[in-house]
């Protein structure tokens, strides 16, 4: 998806310094942010607490929202650079077009991965007739500095590999998990799975104590490392974990999300990864002009126009404020 806020804010994520290196157990509210007309998204990063986790650096959970008498989701042809998009899905059915020419639909459990590189654009529909229910999320991973210039690929894994326990399936996404290995191309060393919970199941998974961590509740009842995490927020966990404790009240979704931490300082704006303010001014006026990233064929209507950037200078954030 795209992030259609029309008062995007221009902000710098990423840097070592606030990256928590104990195990630690920091619940994060979503923000809600309307995308369009009907649907509401709980944004969960960047978080006024905390903007990264490992090179994650966008997560938006959506839904479920019963879309049988409306058109679901409808996100025109919009522009990306400096990330990855990961598209996830619980109930749906997502038709994606890019400027490389490729035309997949992505359905629930199957990665959808678009790589932007340098410049990429895309527009994302629910499939006509769609499935009632839309539910999701939508998460961006920063490239880095030796990667972000890559040619744009879109990959589409409709067979991702699986970690089973009792009571547990964790498809892993991206990355590695126990020793289960995503087919998606990561550029840093990271993990997204998602973990579906029976009801009454208490388990635990391995982590990397290197690695930083978080959890998305998406449904269900679960406890991560005791702490009841209600759908729609996400636990941010710290690092210096060997193991992550689980336990499912009722059938639950998770997302787990970790990744080494991400040492260079970004500069986020609307749908951009950038270094610096001028290069996100300069995206800006390529994709207003229409070079550089291309044309997305497939969708029909007009492509989305970028918002204005805020008038206030950058100042280097961090990772925490
Ligand atoms: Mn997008």
Redesign the pocket.
Known sequence: ???LDRQAPLSVCGGRGFVVAEPVRELLSPRRVKLGESTEVRRLLPNLGRRMVGAWAFVDHYGPDDIAQEPGMQ?PP?P?MGLQ?VSWLHEGEILHNDSTGVTATVRPRELGL?TSGRAIS?S?QSTDPHPRFLHGA?LWVALPQERRHVEPHFQHHADLPRVTGRGLTATVILGELDGARSPGTAYTPIVGADLALAAGTSTSLPLDPDFEYAVLSMSGEAHVDGVPVLPGSMLYLGCGRTRLPLRAESDAGLMLLGGEPFEEEIVMWW?FIGRSQEEIEQARADWTEGTRFGEVTGYDGAALPAPELPPVPLKPRGRVR
């Open positions: 998806m795209s992030n996100v919009h990306h998009t678009m895309h994302e939508q749908n």
